[in-house]
């Protein structure tokens, strides 16, 4: 069965660095999501994009946050400069549609700890 | 905004017993709700979805849930619990003006043997 794989599942970081988390969504799918969730809290939605364009956004997602597909497969969630509230688990989504009851199917995530 | 509460952040019961985990939404239009199951050191799994279709959806390994906008509930419910239950379980609601989905805070379940 298809599923969104994300690199890498861990990653320990400075803060002030840049780091860049890394999703393959399910192959015919055309939205794609980021979430996280930072522990103890409940899980929150970042972004979503289509169409090589960001769709919808959160509050969360400042200028700090940018989300590229660089080519066919990946689709990429950068943070330019790390702060320790940015330590959560990231999860990347991906779905064949929008809207309604579509499915969205989420990656195992990585655990983002930022020192 | 759409929202959802889930009762209970720990609910442990005995392996054969019912399982009941409580999700209720905060909407103004029907919902979509969806109620995902997290194993340790995986991703969000779907368990099932409502889609308007049918007020009592099933959903895999034995789950099911049952719309009631009476109540504005759609708990989970299964009739065994059995250990491979043991996870925590998220409901969702689609947020009606785009794509996001909106969570609960999760319940661990815990099956004692």
């Known amino acids: 069965e298809p599923e969104v794989t994300q690199t890498p599942s861990h990653q320990v970081t400075q803060m002030g660095q840049e780091v860049i988390l890394r999703c393959v969504p399910i192959?015919?799918?055309?939205?794609f999501y980021w979430y996280r969730q930072i522990l103890g809290q409940k899980v929150e939605f970042l972004v979503s994009?289509?169409?090589?364009?960001?769709?919808?956004k959160s509050e969360i997602f400042d200028d700090q946050f940018s989300v590229e597909r660089p080519d066919g497969s990946n689709f990429t969630l950068k943070i330019r400069s790390t702060k320790l509230e940015d330590s959560a688990m990231y999860f990347c989504?991906?779905?064949?549609?929008?809207?309604?009851?579509?499915?969205?199917?989420f990656g195992p995530g990585t655990r983002l700890l930022v020192l | 905004a759409q929202s959802v509460t889930q009762l209970g952040s720990h609910v442990s019961v005995s392996e054969g017993a019912l399982v009941l985990l409580r999700c209720n939404y905060s909407?103004?239009?029907?919902?979509?709700l969806f109620w995902y199951v997290q194993y340790p050191n995986q991703g969000l799994q779907l368990l099932l979805k409502?889609?308007?279709?049918?007020?009592l959806v099933k959903g895999i390994n034995g789950f099911e849930a049952e719309f009631k906008k009476s109540e504005t509930s759609f708990h989970l419910t299964k009739p065994s619990a059995h250990m491979s239950d043991a996870a925590e379980y998220f409901c969702?609601?689609?947020?009606?003006?785009?794509?996001?989905?909106?969570f609960g805070a999760g319940t661990i379940l815990r099956v004692k043997s």
């Open positions: 994009f289509y169409n090589n364009e960001i769709s919808e």
């Open positions: 909407s103004s239009v029907p919902p979509y």
């Open positions: 969702a609601v689609r947020d009606q003006y785009g794509n996001k989905l909106v």
């Open positions: 989504a991906s779905s064949d549609q929008a809207g309604g009851p579509v499915t969205q199917y």
């Open positions: 409502y889609t308007s279709a049918a007020t």
């Open positions: 192959s015919n799918h055309l939205y």
